[in-house]
């Protein structure tokens, strides 16, 4: 008879709210004025670059920092706040840290059942074999922390913070430390843990691919603030401002001035919504939304360099009246080399325009 595929206990997810969050280092607000909810069940990541406050929030809600302003809820009931601090081993919150902080003395069964200490014995010891087989290390539970590879050392502590059945569940760049095809392999086995055991999750990264690929939605943060909030096609469709659109992307930024309501370039003339008659303005166009088409057709331009990344070809191209190329990502790419003449196709609906005055 097959063998069923181990599944992780479900677990009862709680909504984790922040209202007006603020935490303060010396005169610099790492965290200001944050508000969002993060719902049953819901996979949210946190997105920014270095030093805007993914961590920082984390740690409030883990219950690591303490809030200089506003309140954390949890299922509605405060756990961090002006009236009440609940403290961090009474919150039924788990944690993954980047380094994954496992106990260099005990071995992989070890670390998962540490987080177990409140049941019997053999009781915590059949939890945590199942944990570590379910997340495909059954034959390396003898094994201790020097003795892993970092995709195994990131099983066990993911194991470890989810056998206490967590209702939330915070990871700190879970993945950051592993090579791509490690880090790809374990990303997947982490989100569909997640999914079996339907625990809430706030997980920070600096990769919107990452984020992209996680999120159901996705939390946007600059310099300790929210900038956007929203599932990863809203996100990256429609950018809050070209700060947003810049993470997310490379861009070909190119100025010109708004005349009846479309901002006038050199490569067209694009759609800018609510940017007043006269104002300068930026159109941001994706690499990957412009199109080669023979000579002749469409914008002109010339093929200036091209290099083959695998699935995509980069192209920089000359066009008149652009001080710089024009950068391209295009598949299936045409039989052209350096030098020719080939046709410039830019989507009217692809192009984001920005006033020239946004961030």
Do not use: W
């Not at 201790?144 to 913070?161: F, I, K, M, T, Y």
């Not at 009246?321 to 080399?337: K, T």
């Amino acid at each position: 008879m097959a063998q069923r595929p181990l599944r992780a206990a479900a677990i009862i997810p709680a909504s984790l709210t922040f209202e007006k969050i603020t935490r303060v280092f010396g005169e610099k607000a790492a965290v200001d004025e944050v508000s969002f909810t993060a719902g049953n069940g819901e996979v949210i990541c946190l997105l920014g670059a270095s030093g805007c406050g993914k961590s920082t929030l984390l740690r409030l809600a883990a219950g690591i920092e303490v809030p200089d302003s506003g309140r954390i809820l949890l299922d509605g009931k405060e756990i961090a706040g002006p009236t009440r601090f609940v403290e961090p081993e009474d919150r039924g919150i788990g944690l993954v840290f980047q380094d994954y902080a496992l106990f260099p003395h005990l071995d992989a069964l070890g670390n998962v059942m540490f987080g177990l200490g409140d049941l019997p014995k053999r009781e915590a010891l059949s939890i945590a074999d199942a944990a570590l087989r379910r997340v495909g290390l059954g034959a390396r539970m003898r094994a201790h922390p020097h003795e892993l590879s970092g995709g195994e050392q990131q099983r066990v502590a993911l194991a470890r913070a989810v056998v206490p059945r967590p209702r939330v569940l915070l990871m700190d760049e879970p993945f950051s430390n592993l090579d791509r095809r490690m880090r790809d392999q374990v990303r997947e086995e982490t989100i569909g843990l997640l999914r079996e055991t339907g625990a809430t999750a706030l997980i920070v990264t600096h990769d919107p691919e990452e984020a992209m690929r996680i999120a159901d939605r996705i939390v946007l943060m600059r310099e300790g603030r929210l900038v956007q909030i929203g599932p990863s096609r809203e996100i990256y469709s429609r950018p809050v401002d070209i700060e947003a659109a810049r993470f997310f992307c490379d861009l070909n930024e190119i100025e010109g001035k708004v005349r009846g309501g479309r901002v006038e370039t050199p490569v067209g003339n694009f759609v800018a919504p609510g940017i007043a008659e006269g104002a300068r303005a930026i159109a941001a166009i994706r690499p990957q939304s412009i199109r080669l088409k023979p000579a002749g057709f469409c914008l002109p331009g010339r093929v200036l360099a091209q290099r083959f990344i695998g699935e995509v070809e980069l192209v920089d191209l000359a066009v008149q009246g652009l001080e710089r190329p024009l950068r391209a990502r295009v598949q299936d790419m045409p039989e052209i080399r350096r030098g020719a003449d080939v046709g410039v196709d830019i989507r009217d609906e692809e192009v984001l325009v920005f006033d020239a005055k946004s961030p």
